[in-house]
T-cell receptor, first 114, second 114 residues
């Protein structure tokens, strides 16, 4: 079955440091891939998405992700972490050609240390 | 637009009682999704609708759960009878079109069954 795997349920970085959140997908056909963010007691908000138009995708709040087919990865990065980036981040996918099923990874809680 | 609106935000009920969660999608959106979020299982898709028609309800955990969408602007998720293990945050989301379009999430309903 197709899925996404997020490596690391908790990641801590210092303010100003690089943020790297990992996501790998398992699919013979690259799916549509997404990163969502969830702030405490809030719903999910789309950060960015990959739809095969470009392998490097830029999103909101300075985040970007690079689709690497050879590594089946879609890692999320941000050059310099802010305190306001502390949240839970979810990688998600929709299988190409399937019905409209958005399936989420298990999430990564990002902590930003002062 | 006010976004996806869910009510109530919090619900505490006793085991055995009926619980109804409500969702108003973004006007014009033709897909509506119900998700459940728990610490143990993460984000699970329960059911989704396209043009008010249920398309896939394979995620609905038991017959105690039912969902309806009587019109394009309203959906309900009902649990009858409720059990403590149903305690979770329930999210409604909507989107326009299929494929890779963004799903917009409501703020969720935190359900506690005691």
């Amino acid at each position: 079955a197709q899925s996404v795997t997020q490596l690391g349920s908790h990641v801590s970085v210092s303010e100003g440091a690089l943020v790297l959140l990992r996501c790998n997908y398992s699919s013979s056909v690259p799916p549509y891939l997404f990163w969502y963010v969830q702030y405490p007691n809030q719903g999910l908000q789309l950060l960015l998405k990959y739809t095969s138009a470009a392998t490097l995708v830029k999103g909101i709040n300075g985040f970007e992700a690079e689709f690497k087919k050879s590594e089946t990865s879609f890692h999320l990065t941000k050059p310099s972490a802010h305190m306001s980036d502390a949240a839970e981040y979810f990688c998600a996918f929709i299988s190409s050609g399937s019905a409209r099923q958005l399936t989420f990874g298990s999430g990564t809680q990002l902590t930003v240390l002062p | 637009d006010a976004g996806v609106i869910q009510s109530p935000r919090h619900e505490v009920t006793e085991m055995g009682q009926e619980v109804t969660l409500r969702c108003k999608p973004i006007s014009g959106h033709d897909y509506l999704f119900w998700y459940r979020q728990t610490m143990m299982r993460g984000l699970e898709l329960l059911i989704y609708f396209n043009n008010n028609v249920p398309i896939d309800d394979s995620g609905m955990p038991e017959d105690r759960f039912s969902a309806k969408m009587p019109n394009a602007s309203f959906s309900t998720l009902k649990i009858q009878p409720s059990e403590p293990r149903d305690s979770a945050v329930y999210f409604c989301a909507s989107s326009l079109g299929g494929g890779s379009t963004e799903a917009f999430f409501g703020q969720g309903t935190r359900l506690t069954v005691v």
